[in-house]
């Protein structure tokens, strides 16, 4: 599968990619990319199912991992090995192409997941539910904010709906493959077999529990690094201090 990517270039060959997560697309990690040193050529693919990427019914993350591997065999030069940084969804995909493309995969930073099977998420059951329905009979901004009114109230989800909506000539219309991304849920949210230890870094927010003390004792995690005042959402609450540790690990320096 042919990925769509952005690219924010740096000064040198060397390549990072950049994978979002459930629900996400390259264009919401524009700014952290542009905050990561220059010496990188950052790759930001939209993950399949998402953003302006092919769909497919397959969705794991085997798949995921295979669609990224080929893109970057499309541009790597000669044997470089790719740095990858992954958030969730995109973390897991980031392991996986560790794991098992060991000759393209350099160094990975994992955000705020790790590789574990987690519980279905009440909202992202709702999300994937609403997400399937059908646009058809709205006609406007008025009509869209109360129908998506009627079931969520929170910001976040809010934000993941409208995100994931495009308005052209006058239609509005899902971008995501919600049907896809509703029957693979269990795919997403589980993790099974091994994973690198390797050239691992991980970086949690202070407020969320996708990355728990019980869980590092329980995976003898390393190098796992906590960013203050933020949630699950990292690159949304706290994106300047992401970023510094995220050049702070690619570019080797000790962690103060």
């Known amino acids: 599968m042919n990925l769509f990517y952005r690219e924010v270039r740096g000064n040198r060959v060397k390549h990072i990619i950049l994978l979002h997560g459930l629900w996400g697309a390259s264009e919401n990690w524009l700014p952290v990319a542009k ?8 790759i930001i693919p939209d993950i399949r199912n998402h953003g302006r990427s092919p ?9 995921m991992a295979k669609d990224v591997a080929s893109l970057i065999l499309s541009l790597r030069q000669k044997n470089e090995k790719f740095d990858v940084i992954g958030h969730s969804m995109g973390g897991k995909i980031a ?18 997941i790790a590789p574990t099977t987690y519980k279905l998420s009440d909202m992202h059951s709702r999300i994937a539910d609403f997400c399937c329905s059908s646009l058809d009979n709205i006609h406007n901004r008025i009509e869209l904010n109360k129908a998506i009114d009627t079931i969520f109230n929170k910001g976040i989800e ?10 052209i000539e006058g239609k509005f219309r899902w971008k995501i493959n919600a049907k896809a991304i509703l029957n693979s849920l269990d795919n997403i949210r589980s993790w099974e077999g091994p994973f690198p230890h390797k050239d691992i870094s991980y970086i949690k ?19 796992v690094i906590t960013i203050p005042n933020a949630g699950h959402m990292i690159h949304v609450d706290n ?4 970023i510094y540790y995220i050049n702070t690990i690619l570019n080797n320096n000790s962690i103060n």
């Open 158 to 167: 809010r934000q993941i709906i409208l995100k994931n909506i495009s308005h």
């Open 95 to 112: 392991l996986k192409l560790k794991l098992l493309y060991p000759d393209l995969i350099d160094r990975c930073v994992i955000i705020d």
């Open 205 to 223: 927010g202070e407020n969320s529990d996708y990355i728990s003390q019980q869980i590092i004792n329980k995976l003898s995690l390393s190098n």
């Open 239 to 242: 994106p300047s201090i992401l």
């Open 35 to 42: 905050g990561i040193d220059n010496y990188y050529n950052i």
């Open 55 to 63: 769909h497919s019914s397959e969705m794991n993350y085997n798949t």
